[in-house]
């Protein structure tokens, strides 16, 4: 059972900082392509990161040059660095494989960035 537990959100304001955790379990994230999602008020889900089993990485293009998408093997987690954060990023984050599976969403995470 794949079980993916996103952490690390919270109040930041506007030009602040956050990192996000995705603590994943029945999955090796080192042999798994990976992705950070998120869904803002009103809007769809969308793709902001991707870290493909072989290290490569895919942003959007609202998250190139601010966001880095990385995961520490041995601990089985995904993070996600945010810099620079804009309003428009606040959202709840989600992780998830690439191409996501509908049944592994876990709770995300909320991100609010104040102007």
């Known amino acids: 059972q794949v079980q993916l537990v996103e952490s690390g959100g919270g109040l930041v304001q506007a030009g602040g900082s956050l990192t996000l955790s995705c603590a994943a379990s029945?999955?090796?994230?080192?042999?798994?392509?990976m992705a950070w999602y998120r869904q803002a008020p009103g809007k769809q889900r969308e793709l902001v990161a991707q870290?493909?089993?072989?290290?490569?990485?895919n942003y959007a293009d609202s998250a190139k040059g601010r966001f880095t998408i990385s995961r520490a093997n041995a601990k089985n987690t995904v993070y996600l660095q945010m810099n620079s954060l804009k309003p428009e990023d606040t959202a709840v984050y989600y992780c998830?494989?690439?191409?996501?599976?509908?049944?592994?969403w876990g709770q995300g995470t909320q991100v609010t960035v104040s102007s």
């Open positions: 998830n494989v690439f191409p996501f599976q509908n049944n592994f």
């Open positions: 029945g999955i090796i994230v080192r042999i798994t392509n």
């Open positions: 870290l493909t089993s072989s290290g490569g990485t």
